[in-house]
Every structure is written in C-alpha cells, then in structure tokens.
C-alpha cells in the first residue's frame, strides 16, 4: 500500500510555499563532482583536481620526467566511481597513455611522484548497479539512494517532484513503486527513470536529462 503520511508530508511542505533546497541547475553543476558511494574504492581528494591530458603543461612535464611515477586510473562513472592501480611508470609511459586516449585527463596527486588518470564512463558503477534506488525524499525531492529509501543514505538529490500534479496523473502502482524505491540496475534504467519522472518536475530545465560531468 501507499506510504499515505509520507505523501502528506510532503505536500504539506510544498503547501507551505517552502522553495526547493537545490534548483536544477545548481544541483546539476555538482551532481558529477562527488559521485563516490559510501564504502566504494578511490576517494578523489581536492588536491587532484584534474587537468586537460592533452597539450598540458602536465603532458610536458611527463614526458621529461625520470623518475618513477605511482599511476592510478579513476574511472568515473556517470553514478560512482572506482579506482584501479596501474603501477609504476615512466613519465613517457604516462605520457604515451594520454596520448593514446586524448579523452582521459591527469592530474598530480598529493606526493609528486603520483600521477592520477581520469576516465569518464557513461554507465554505472559496479556498485552502483548493485545497490542504486530512485525514491522521493521527505521534501518531496527525486533523489538517488545507497539501498532502498527507508535506509535514508541519500548519495544524490536531482529535483523536487510536484508531488499534487504526479498524483492526478500517474497509476497508483507507480506511486507505490516510488514511495518504495525504483531498483536501477544498469544505465538504461536509471536514464527511463529520470526521463520518466522529470515531467513532474516543480521546474523544467533541460539538463535534467543531459547532466554534465
């Protein structure tokens, strides 16, 4: 059945006047800066922010560099990321893998002798796919979650829902499916669930559905 006082309280909020706590394009502009899960491997530390791999002063530097470099490759992903070690390298060797995929980034790590290499993915991460749910929060937000929504461990807040028009428009059982929390197991679904569920959004923008990382 409908979680009735969780609707109610949601509307209760929206009634109030009570204005979203992130408008679209500001929760957008940082969705994709911490897209870590609880307990996934490879914190991105502010210190490594990344740089353009390809004709950096960084891609310079490589490939006149002699000593030996540690090297980690950071996939991101579009919903977590992970971390995989690829060992000690030249300064060339880094600097050949750049040029090999013009698409990843570097940027130094907080030793100097630590090289980090980034590569954006458009999917999910393993975890993600294992542990991702889509729900509505208390304030009546669409929001990502690590487990199902009961659990509260909220990785993602895209937008606030209207919550009155979604109820005049949409089947009861999709509302039971919310309440409870969409399972989205691969990026098909997550992007039908977006897509599905930003026609009820309390603002239109067109990024919605075409974040950036």
Not at 160 to 173: A, G, R
Request: charged fraction near 25%; hydrophobic fraction near 40%.
């Amino acid at each position: 059945m409908m979680e009735f006082s969780l609707w109610k309280n949601i509307k209760k909020r929206i009634r109030r006047g009570r204005r979203p706590m992130w408008t679209l394009g500001g929760v957008l502009a940082i969705l994709y800066a911490s897209l870590l899960w609880p307990g996934a491997a490879g914190h991105l530390q502010a210190a490594e922010a990344p740089l353009p791999a390809a004709g950096s002063g960084l891609l310079e530097e490589l490939k006149e560099a002699d000593s030996p470099l540690t090297v980690m490759l950071r996939r991101i992903y579009v919903c977590g990321e992970e971390d995989k070690p690829l060992g000690i390298m030249t300064g060339k060797q880094v600097a050949g893998l750049l040029e090999q995929n013009p698409d990843w980034k570097a940027a130094r790590g907080t030793d100097v002798d630590r090289v980090v290499l980034e590569q954006q993915i458009d999917d999910l991460s393993a975890y993600c796919k294992a542990n991702a749910y889509i729900g509505v929060d208390k304030e009546g937000n669409l929001t990502l979650y690590d487990g199902v929504p009961k659990k509260e461990k909220v990785v993602r807040t895209f937008f606030q829902l209207d919550v009155n028009y979604m109820e005049s428009n949409l089947p009861q059982d999709k509302l039971d499916q919310l309440a409870k929390g969409i399972r989205v197991s691969d990026i098909d679904e997550y992007n039908s669930v977006l897509s599905t569920y930003s026609d009820y959004a309390v603002e239109k923008n067109e990024k919605v559905m075409n974040p950036a990382y």
